[in-house]
């Protein structure tokens, strides 16, 4: 048996123990991957689910374990990044994941590996709901959480994700009111809302002027 597949087996039983045990994994799998040729590590990667129909990557998205999702999505080359991160458009993305959960630090990890149309890519990636991650961390009114989706964008962006809707007709924004129809979530959208038509507008301006 090769040394590869020695350590695709090795990688595929601890990555399948993963489900079921809260343990710190990625010094481990870092070195298990680097053993397999990089051409089948998307293949492992995207093959082992768990009985709740989770990737390792949404996994650990979940769960807050960040680390371990930098480390595999780093293991992958630039184009098998986002195929990943998004195995099936019907569910939710590792991104949408930890967005519910508000795990802010791994929201950044996962956007920190991939360059910047992929990162946009997914921002505006909806569910089978319509919901995108920000719809998510708007509607459970995490602010930081939303806020770090946003400030990746630029004021055009920002504009134009602040009005995707749901398959209900809301925006994040709506999705943030809280039960006495205010929150601080919804005034913190509302704001990059107002700062964004602002940059936007003065650029347009000093173009012309």
């Not at 799998?29 to 082992?48: F, G, M, P, T």
Request: glycine letters at 4%; aromatic letters at 8%.
């Amino acid at each position: 048996m090769s040394s590869t597949s020695t350590a695709a087996d090795e990688l595929r039983q601890i990555l399948t123990e993963y489900c079921n045990r809260y343990m710190n994994i990625s010094d481990s799998v870092e070195n298990l991957l680097s053993q397999v040729s990089e051409d089948l590590r998307y293949e492992l990667l995207s093959s082992i689910t768990y009985s709740n129909g989770n990737t390792v990557l949404e996994q650990a998205a979940g769960r807050g374990h960040t680390e371990l999702c930098v480390t595999l999505l780093l293991s992958l080359p630039p184009a098998d990044r986002l195929r990943l991160i998004i195995v099936d458009v019907d569910t939710l993305t590792a991104l949408h994941r930890a967005a519910y959960w508000g795990h802010t630090e791994t929201v950044s990890g996962i956007l920190s590996c991939l360059n910047a149309d992929q990162q946009l890519h997914l921002l505006f990636t909806q569910d089978s709901f319509g919901n995108t991650a920000l719809h998510y961390a708007a509607r459970k009114r995490l602010t930081e959480t939303a806020k770090t989706l946003l400030d990746i964008m630029t004021p055009e962006q920002q504009l134009k994700h602040l009005s995707v809707k749901d398959k209900e007709g809301n925006t994040a924004s709506q999705e943030a009111v809280g039960y006495d129809g205010n929150s601080y979530t919804m005034r913190t959208l509302e704001h990059y809302q107002k700062e964004a038509h602002y940059g936007v507008n003065f650029r347009k301006y000093a173009k012309f002027s």
